[in-house]
């Protein structure tokens, strides 16, 4: 044997620095804006299920007319996403649990119904027994419709979304917060309706507290999968997401009195959410295109295991 | 048939050893796959060539027709359009005198070409088949993996999720594409038209586990001529993706040749992943219930 005792390179090699990966074809605002509808459409949902419960009607009323059409809207954006529109509900035709994008499009299938038929009876009288059941059971699949997407976003070989699992369902749950939150603050401050208007507020609060307890969570996320929710353009968006967040959680605090510091903060708050999705789709991207984080966090794996 | 919710779990992750079963099919022949023996490649690109020729391949890759500088590879990576691609890799490597009538033993400073065949792996647990939700991805009688053109609806989400960055959509078409070990061919009873081009044997078809014991004869002969850098990769069932239906010979470590070091199937975790979404969800509706608890009216 002629067998020669290599050093282990320091640095990371690859193949003319070229991915590893592909890089995604999912692209903003398309991805962000379908991730806060959905979000939105879930946490409203929500709401007019509690309202409903609690004798709030106008509340219920305009919750679950809000939830139908940001679902329907929410379908628009991911039918645009696709290569091949026209061939939308392919997405249908089979239901396989080993897809989160499958379960994701039943979810928003289930969803869509539910809330519609809901929101028709809010507005129509019609069937009020059917309407009740229907906005009951969208309490189930609204939050089910916000959170998918941390599955769907995690189960990829992208390293900065596969090591998210534990926080991105959570930036999900508290974006749907703080877009629920955010409606229901500039709907009260347009209307002058002084109603709800301290439960949205609430809402906003904790939304954007949750919201940002997550994205923390990704920032501090150790090694280099990590790293691009703490630097690069990732980083950047987060960090506008958090001042933005937060910023819309204090107004929110303030929003007491002022119908203005009610639209500042659900505006602050809109911007916030989209901004955390956009943060999340470019860290993905980044974290995809450059070999190092790919083969870094492997050979650590490797290691370890 | 397909035969549902038998062992589950070991059909998302470990050691499958009838994959074709494992999706349904009863009857079907062996699995069969490719060993691209890397060592005896010498880039000379037949592979890509037949493989574009058999299956009409666009050249609308923007890589093709430019020069990329790396070496002599211009193809740059496996695509939508490129489902073989060579990579060619010029290191600066000792080696040891050859010469009988040399001046003792020593080094000689000199520059090593690799050359590698790149394919789909066709895993054993394949993501992007996983995580199609069309159904347009789909395992064949042989253990292979295809996309139904058909069907697929572009959603990409495959795209993201081959470890191996094999997969990708075609922008002017909208679907998404990638090496089907020639279908037709096997269905045919022919080999995939790159294995059938490859003058020198560096890329092997045939039944998996032929191969596999082909190619452990191979490293063993190479070790023993003192090749202490050759490796398989993608030979192992005990590996990430179950072991790959197309495995290769490296002389150096995977991700000099652009392959990832130890890739797992995205999969593998995917009953964690729900079980946090399903603890967020509820998040969601606590944290509603919290806000409307305490309000004023």
Redesign the interface.
Known sequence: MTEQLQVPSAEFRSYYGRPILKVTHWKEPNLPAYLVLGELSGALAMVGAVAHATGRRSLARTARLGSAVAAYGGGALLAAELGRPERFLNMLRVAKPTSPMSMGSWVLAAHSGLISAAAATEVTGLLPGLGAAAGAASAMTGPALATYPGVLLANTAVPAWHSSYRELPLLFAGGGMTAAGAAGLAASALRADRADFDAARRLAIVGALVESAAGYGLEVKPGPEGEVYRSGEGARMLTAARYLTLGGGIAALAARRSRAAALVSAALLAGGGYCAKAAVLRAGKESAADPRYVVESQLRDAGSG | MRKEGSAISNS?YGPLDDVAGNAGYTGHPQRVGFFTDTTVCIGCKACEVACKEWNGLPDTDPDVLQL?G?SYDNT??L?ADSWRHV?F?EQAAPV?HVHADGDGAGEDAATRWLMASDVCKHCTHA?CL???????LVRTEFGTVIVQPD???????C?????????????D????WKCTMCYDRLRGGLEPACAKACPTDSIQFGPLDELRAVASQRLAELHAA?E?GARLYGADPEDGVGGAGAFFLLLD?P??????????V??R??P???R??????????V??????A????
């Open positions: 998302l990329t790396m740059g990576a695509g990579a890799i040891p993501a996983d995580v199609c939700p069309t159904g347009a069907v697929c609806n572009g959603c990409a989400y795209v993201s999720a081959c470890p191996f960055g094999v997969i990708d959509r075609r922008e078409d909208g679907r998404a003192g202490a470590e991700e000099v040749y652009g392959l990832p070091p130890d890739p797992v995205t999969t975790d995917l964690q992943m729900w946090w979404a399903g603890a967020a969800a509820g998040v969601l509706a944290g509603v219930a919290i806000a409307f305490g309000a004023r009216r």
